[in-house]
């Protein structure tokens, strides 16, 4: 085929392809641009959702005033939880309504659970069925194992309505990608909220009954407040422009003032009650007509949050608008610029251009054994010939260089850990893989041995037999010990002729054992010096463990030192363990 010919053919293929790159860029714009014209629909259903999970904590407050109530429950309590309910269920039916109304564009379809709705009617249902039944009964009969059973049965209510929340939030940042922090921090407040009211809700047994709160109650209590004084720092810190936004700042203040100060003061003067043995002052409805209102900054905090996700949704509507006019100028200036192009190149570049594409092909992958072509052309192709000709011996010896470099750096890596005469870790090393398994055996609370030990008389080797039979003797040892060892122990050159042994995590008798079957395996292994005479040589052993979060590496070896000095002291070759 004639090159003028290919050439036309190839310009035609490479047209079809930017056209149809220019057809999916902008058809993806478009969409972008309906999805972000829809997506106004699907931050208000995460809005309604996050009010559905409100109204179910609200729902408990009035559930714990009736059951810590005589029979027949004061009037006034019934009439909260019933209009409670009733907003619950409002919200509930609100929320079906709008997802029936304006169904969710099919690429967000995927991501809006509808199931955990369906088990929340369900489980709704079940747990006022089961308040109603204890609230009928006497107080005598509601007894703690029952009412607390009851409200966890309310407590398990707003993780399924969560569920639909985490959605409808993973659906809105499909949309609007900027605004998934806000969301973040306002699917944070729902959290806040509902441990809020769980810290209130973990007082009704106690208030109701009339009794001390248990031990398991107050450490409930702290474990509330620990995850409450989490969430509120996660909604604090900074993530964007929304954290200096007065609006913002004024409702995270207003959160601080009201709950985290009168609210959660209110719950302790209760804890300290009952640590005094004082009577609580206040029942249960009491209780949560002081403790509920407390909880409403966090709502509003919600609420300016989601407020400023929508405009920040209305203001990606609008870019998204203007880079779908952008993406069309842009469309059309390539198609220009593509059809100039191509009659330039049909004349120019073509043939220049493919032969020096197989010198950049040959260079990319490596291969520099061919030098780039047509280098002696005077012209704009030649210069690029002529540099690819540089390239090609500058990436050549750039990679002499990092070979050789690569190279250093391990044998230097190997120099810094290894100790020159034996072959084994040395002390820097040792210690700074000891301090590693000592924090794992922290974390994991298990046990850390260690086995320090010295050549029996090695000063009189020397002085007999000269420092190269010295030399020997370590040698031979280390080569004996690290035969004797399995695999993650680990030994090395303390110092002079001192080594020391790491097990794996093990007991104080596993560690001795293991020290004593090195003591043995040094004793039996004789060693022939240079010069023909033999030498049995013996090691005192000294054994220490550490256990619990405070252990520190110094320590344990100061305890194997102490071992190994009385090991000396009752006569050598013997192991001594920490007492």
């Known amino acids: 085929m004639r090159l003028t010919r290919l050439f036309a053919l190839t310009g035609a293929v490479l047209a079809l392809l930017v056209c149809g790159m220019l057809g999916r860029l902008l058809w993806g714009e478009w969409e972008h641009y309906r999805a972000a014209g829809s997506g106004h629909h699907t931050l208000q259903l995460m809005q309604r959702a996050m009010i559905a999970a409100e109204k179910l904590s609200f729902e408990r407050g009035p559930v714990n005033a009736v059951l810590g109530d005589h029979v027949p429950a004061d009037p006034a309590y019934r009439a909260r939880l019933l209009r409670a309910r009733a907003d619950t269920d409002q919200a509930l039916a609100q929320l079906r309504r709008e997802l029936a109304a304006a169904p969710v564009p099919a690429a967000l379809a995927g991501a809006l659970p509808l199931a955990p709705l369906g088990r929340l009617d369900q489980a709704l249902a079940a747990a006022r069925q089961t308040v109603d039944q204890l609230a009928a009964l006497p107080p005598a009969q509601r007894t703690p194992e029952r009412l607390s059973e009851t409200v ?15 959605g409808y939030t993973r659906a809105s940042e499909q949309v609007y990608p ?8 306002a699917r944070l407040t729902v959290e806040l909220r509902e441990f809020a009211g769980r ?6 047994v106690p208030l109701a009954s009339a009794q001390p709160l248990t031990e398991s109650d107050h450490e409930r209590l702290q474990f509330l407040r620990g995850r409450i004084e989490q969430l509120r720092q996660l909604i604090k810190i900074p993530s964007g422009d929304i954290d200096t936004e007065p609006r913002v700042l004024a409702a995270v203040a207003r959160m601080d003032q009201l709950y985290f100060a009168t609210g959660q003061r209110l719950v302790t003067e209760v804890e300290l009650a009952s640590r005094a043995g004082r009577p609580y002052g206040m029942d249960t409805g009491q209780f949560a007509q002081r403790y509920v209102p407390c909880m409403s900054p966090i709502l509003a905090l919600r609420d300016v949050l989601l407020e400023e996700a929508q405009a920040q949704a209305l203001r990606d509507f609008q870019d998204a608008r203007h880079e779908l006019m952008l993406a ?4 059309a200036a390539i198609l220009l610029a593509l059809t100039l192009l191509l009659l330039i190149l049909r004349r120019r570049v073509v043939v220049p251009l493919l032969r020096a594409t197989r010198a950049v092909v040959r260079l990319g992958n490596g291969d520099f054994s061919l030098p780039p072509s047509g280098a002696r052309r005077d012209d704009e192709i030649g210069d690029m010939l002529r540099a690819l000709a540089t390239l090609r011996a500058n990436s050549m010896d750039r990679q002499r260089l990092e ?4 190279h250093l750096i391990e044998e230097l890596k190997v120099r810094a850990d290894t100790d020159y005469l034996t072959g084994i870790l040395n002390r820097r090393a040792f210690t700074a893989a000891g301090n590693l398994r000592l924090r794992g055996a922290s974390e994991r609370n298990e046990t850390l041995a260690v086995i320090l030990f010295d050549v029996d008389h090695f000063k009189s080797v020397n002085d007999s037999y000269g420092h190269d039979a010295g030399d020997q003797v370590l040698i031979r040892i280390a080569d004996v010990v690290r035969d004797s060892l399995r695999d993650g122990e680990i ?4 110092g002079g002729e001192e080594f020391v042994v790491m097990p794996a995590c093990c007991g104080l008798e596993a560690a001795g054992a293991l020290a004593e079957r090195l003591r043995e395996a040094i004793a039996s292994e004789p060693l022939t010096l240079s010069d023909g005479h033999i030498l049995r040589v013996t090691a005192s052993f000294g054994v220490a463990v550490a256990h619990g979060p405070h252990a520190a590496l110094d320590d344990l070896f100061h305890a194997a030192d102490l071992a190994l000095y009385r090991a000396k002291h009752n006569g050598r070759n013997r192991v001594e363990s920490q007492v």
């Open 491 to 494: 030994v090395a050159r303390y």
């Open 199 to 204: 810290l209130g809700s973990a007082l009704t």
């Open 152 to 166: 966890e049965r309310m407590f398990r209510l707003v993780p399924l309505a969560l569920d639909a929340v985490t």
């Open 403 to 406: 070979q050789e470099r690569l």
């Open 328 to 331: 069309l100028l842009v469309g």
């Open 178 to 185: 900027r605004i998934g922090r806000i969301l973040t921090k």
